[in-house]
């Protein structure tokens, strides 16, 4: 069993700052791609970013330059630093880790951002 455990969502003004975290624990022996999406009501689930176990980032264009994904392998965290939050950014953020030929998800976490 693989456990995700995400902190950090909130409600924010928009152009403010938050910060996601996402903790792995349990069967996680091969801890490979990490990554966050989201899902705004009435919208499909997106990639927001992603990074391999050796650092390597992937973002959505209507987040790059303003989110950075980043990971502790020690810690088998991932975060999420975001910046300049939009209106539209508002969404259930949710955690993703590719553990040897399995997907999780964590429980998701609310990210509100006012106008």
Known sequence: QVQLVESGGGLVQAGGSLRLSCAASGSIWTLNTMGWYRQAPGKQRELVAAITSGG????????????????????????????????????????????????????GTQVTVSS
């Not at 950075?68 to 969404?91: C, F, G, W």
């Open 56 to 107: 390597s980032t992937n973002y959505a264009n209507s987040v790059k330059g303003r989110f950075t994904i980043s990971r502790d392998n020690a810690k088998n965290t991932v975060y999420l630093q975001m910046h300049s939050l939009k209106p539209e950014d508002t969404a259930v953020y949710y955690c993703n880790a590719k553990v040897g030929f399995g997907t999780h998800w964590g429980q």
